[in-house]
């Protein structure tokens, strides 16, 4: 049997990985403190190459997009984290014979390098790619808003 899981928002707080990474972006460059609203806004639901064509020209930034894209990657990576308890269950679910896969609709670089940087790669047997496929829409009373006093 398999268990298909989402991974960003689900079984890692993306959203928090997003604005520790904003934070520290906006702080390195030493920009004004509304930029990191500004990146949450536009990497907010997800992030592409695009996103930081706009984010280069919104905020002045020298940098060409190609290079935003790699150091979000690496810093977004090192920013995410599980969510309490999802380790144990997907190493439950193993034990009990399951097979783990991944089902996500992001960038496949991002989504592997995540899975390596908080260890669970190595739990999941595969993944499915849904290409510009989304999910139903997630009640935004439920969802944590980009963090405005940063």
Not at 9 to 30: K, M
Request: with cysteine; glycine share 12%; net charge negative.
């Amino acid at each position: 049997m398999w268990a298909l899981f989402d991974l960003d928002n689900t079984l890692i707080d993306r959203q928090g990985g997003v604005e520790l990474w904003a934070r520290n972006f906006v702080r390195s460059r030493h920009l004004p403190r509304g930029a990191a609203s500004v990146v949450c806004d536009q990497l907010w639901e997800r992030a592409d190459l695009t996103d930081f064509v706009n984010l280069q020209a919104a905020l002045g930034l020298r940098e060409s997009p190609d290079d935003l894209w790699c150091e979000y990657v690496t810093g977004v990576v090192r920013s995410v984290r599980c969510f309490p308890g999802v380790l144990e269950g997907l190493e439950a679910l193993r034990h009990a014979g399951w097979a783990l896969g991944v089902a996500t609709n992001g960038a496949g670089d991002i989504q592997r390098a995540k899975l390596a940087a908080i260890g669970l790669a190595p739990l999941f047997d595969g993944g499915v790619h849904l290409g510009g496929h989304r999910g139903p829409e997630a009640d935004p009373r439920s969802l944590r808003g980009c963090n405005r006093t940063m």
